[in-house]
């Protein structure tokens, strides 16, 4: 069963969004694994951007769609920002997904990651529900862990 570790989280602005990722950076720690689930414009991109400011990674955050997967930081410690938007299922192991997830040195984040959930033991998960113009609900749960907690 998911252990979901908040019931929901809303934001009212980009600005708002970016913050909880910062925060949600702190909670982060190597070869996690983060799967990012919600409609188009739902925010993803915009929460990894707090992510990576939070995570102290000085790099811009772009939508990875055409080239699927982008590194930002060194090798002592990176994010990968994987998109699956446009890949279909049994294409996404051909692009070599593997070597991306439980990296040593990384943290991994992928949006429309519920595309591959069932093949990932364990991750974080964050969907994000568009609500109204700027509001988003934001939900976090935990899958496949025994003893992980995270509180935000
Ligand atoms: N509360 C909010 N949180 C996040 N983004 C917001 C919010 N309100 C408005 N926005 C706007 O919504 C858009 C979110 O785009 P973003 O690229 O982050 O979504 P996405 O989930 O990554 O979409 P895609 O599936 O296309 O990659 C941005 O233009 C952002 O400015
Ligand atoms: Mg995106």
Redesign the pocket.
Known sequence: MPHKFSNGIYTRSAEETISLGMKFSGTLTKKDVVVLEGALGGG??TFIKGVVKGLNIKAKVL?PSFTLVRQYGKAEFCLYHI?LYRLKEDEIFNIGIEDFLYAKDAVTMI?WGEKIEDCIPSYIKIVFSLLDNNVRKIDFSLKGYKNRKIKL
């Open positions: 993803k991109t939508s998109d949006e």
